[in-house]
């Protein structure tokens, strides 16, 4: 009778509900809350999905981020090692490769201005840079911070892990994703606000097309120029244009199908669920975590009012030909935020079709994204 009251007992007290605490519970509520926007409402389910289950199971039982020196057995636990992935880069740079495979840079090409209004939507980090000095926070963990503006989950996470910021990484990185999925609800009212109307309306001339050797040079001369100018954009930029080459040289199928498929979504489930695993309570309910959320709320509203205004700008300059919406594809949401540029312009006229012009500064914010992680590790001479 001892032995079988002595086996409940130990079985009882190896039972998560004993050990969990209100900010656990707390977490789990919130993972619920992200599984349900994920699932019901389809707001970036490839990564809410993993990121919340990530958070559900650290929650739930904390010893699966174990680090191996905390355990009787020395071995560390599962996400564990999938969150060393992140903090040495290698997840961010292959999600990078996947994305410049998937991706088709000739609206870029076919216009290059896009790059004006992706540089001008970065104008959010570095006003969230110097806000997050202002409220205390030391000035690399500034710099992981403000890259949250970008609406790029990836950068954010390369970022805080070159700065040496791993304890700020998961809000940072929750952050930027929950934004990126949040895109449609965010953005929509800054473009109504900063635009008129006829604004809305107008409607752009038909791209021009692009050479198969123009898409094909376009990856090599930007890896090139962008590189010797900052070398420490190598593993972002790099790997997004390899992934690019691999889709337009058209003599390696097998690596792009690859890179855009199977390897991208083995990195985005060993990412989300390391980055969601990284939001136990203890490490998450903290005032930090809530400037850090806002700060990239400000960022992220901030970037695309730039990339709108500068949108308004070139409207004027050119008589009318540009339609200001696009540049809140800016940010490097892909190809989320060129997807909100069509439909709010859709909105004011319904034949007015914007989403391939939006794609090439929401292109363009991708790459200076990567151009500002880079400014910062050159600063900080990473």
């Given at each position: 009778m001892d032995y079988i009251a002595t086996t409940m007992?130990?079985?009882?007290?190896?039972?998560?509900?004993?050990?969990?605490?209100?900010?656990?519970?707390?977490?789990?509520?919130?993972?619920?809350?992200?599984?349900?926007?994920?699932?019901?409402?389809?707001?970036?389910?490839?990564?809410?999905?993993?990121?919340?289950?990530?958070?559900?199971?650290?929650?739930?039982?904390p010893d699966i981020m174990a680090?191996?020196?905390?355990?009787?057995?020395?071995?560390?636990?599962?996400?564990?090692?999938?969150?060393?992935?992140?903090?040495?880069?290698?997840?961010?740079?292959?999600?990078?490769?996947?994305?410049?495979?998937?991706t088709d840079f000739g609206p870029l090409i076919a216009n290059p201005k896009s790059f004006l209004l992706g540089a001008a939507a970065q104008f959010g980090i570095y006003a969230a840079y110097f806000m997050a000095i202002f409220m205390g926070f030391n000035d690399k963990a500034a710099a992981a911070i403000?890259?949250?503006?970008?609406?790029?989950?990836?950068?954010?996470?390369?970022?805080?892990?070159?700065?040496?910021?791993?304890e700020f990484m998961g809000p940072i990185a929750v952050a930027a994703y929950s934004y990126m999925a949040l895109v449609p609800?965010?953005?929509?009212?800054?473009?109504?606000?900063?635009?008129?109307?006829?604004?809305?309306?107008?409607?752009?001339?038909?791209l021009r097309p692009v050479s198969k050797l123009?898409?094909?040079?376009?990856?090599?001369?930007?890896?090139?120029?962008?590189?010797?100018?900052?070398?420490?954009?190598?593993?972002?930029?790099?790997?997004?244009?390899?992934?690019?080459?691999?889709r337009e040289s058209g003599v390696v199928n097998q690596l792009t199908e690859t890179a855009s498929n199977a390897l991208m979504y083995i990195v985005v489930i060993l990412l989300g669920t390391s980055v969601g695993a990284s939001t136990s309570a203890e490490a998450f309910l903290k005032v930090t975590t809530l400037q850090i959320v806002a700060l990239g709320l400000i960022a992220f509203a901030f970037g695309t009012a730039a990339g709108v205004i500068f949108g308004k700008i070139m409207c004027k300059m050119?008589?009318?030909?540009?339609?200001?919406?696009i540049g809140s594809a800016g940010v490097s949401a892909v190809p989320m935020a060129a997807r909100v540029s069509q439909k709010v312009g859709a909105?004011?006229?319904?034949?007015?079709?914007?989403?391939?012009?939006?794609?090439?500064?929401?292109?363009?914010?991708?790459?200076?994204?990567?151009?500002?992680?880079?400014?910062f590790m050159a600063i900080f001479g990473v």
């Open positions: 007992s130990n079985l009882l007290q190896q039972t998560a509900f004993l050990n969990l605490t209100f900010g656990n519970f707390l977490m789990i509520l919130v993972a619920l809350v992200f599984l349900y926007l994920a699932i019901r409402k389809g707001f970036e389910p490839l990564l809410l999905v993993p990121i919340a289950f990530g958070m559900l199971l650290v929650n739930i039982y680090k191996p020196e905390d355990m009787s057995n020395g071995v560390g636990g599962l996400l564990h090692y999938f969150f060393l992935l992140d903090e040495w880069s290698i997840l961010p740079s292959l999600i990078f490769m996947g994305v410049g495979a998937m403000s890259i949250i503006g970008g609406a790029d989950g990836p950068t954010s996470i390369f970022l805080a892990g070159k700065l040496g910021q791993t609800i965010i953005q929509p009212p800054i473009m109504k606000l900063l635009t008129t109307e006829e604004e809305r309306k107008i409607k752009m001339a038909q123009e898409k094909i040079l376009f990856p090599i001369i930007v890896t090139i120029v962008v590189c010797l100018i900052l070398p420490t954009t190598a593993p972002l930029v790099g790997m997004l244009m390899l992934g690019n080459l691999f050119t008589g009318g030909k540009v339609n200001p919406l909105e004011a006229d319904p034949t007015n079709f914007l989403l391939m012009h939006a794609m090439g500064p929401n292109v363009a914010g991708v790459i200076g994204t990567a151009v500002a992680a880079g400014t």
